[in-house]
């Protein structure tokens, strides 16, 4: 008979918890596609709910894959700074990199 040792649990318990993030962020995903092609009158609390949903479902599951919160906020610089200097077309449109990049900075 198969004996589970405590750590074997804390496992399958991650892999289920990775899971269920994995299918909600699907879900958040698809109720944000949802209110977008309902034009303008949508609630924006509900697009907002959808996009801070989508980030903390990110965050939480970047962690429970072995990424601590800073590493994702510096990849997310490293990223940002490599479009803006490439001047990808979102960057020339609006500085919409340059101001989310300034913000992450500010924040700490």
Do not use: P, W
């Amino acid at each position: 008979m198969l004996e589970l040792k405590r750590e074997d649990f804390n496992i399958m318990s991650n892999v289920k918890i990775v899971e269920d993030l994995k299918a909600e962020l699907v879900c958040i995903i698809g109720d944000f596609f949802k209110l977008l092609t309902k034009g303008s009158n949508v609630a924006q609390d509900a697009l907002l709910d959808c996009i801070s949903g989508a980030i903390i479902i990110l965050y939480v599951l970047a962690e429970r894959l072995g990424y601590s919160h800073i590493s994702v906020d510096e990849n997310i610089k490293k990223k940002l700074k490599l479009g803006i200097i490439e001047e990808d077309g979102i960057e020339k449109d609006g500085k919409d990199l340059s101001k989310l990049y300034t913000h992450l900075k500010e924040r700490g």
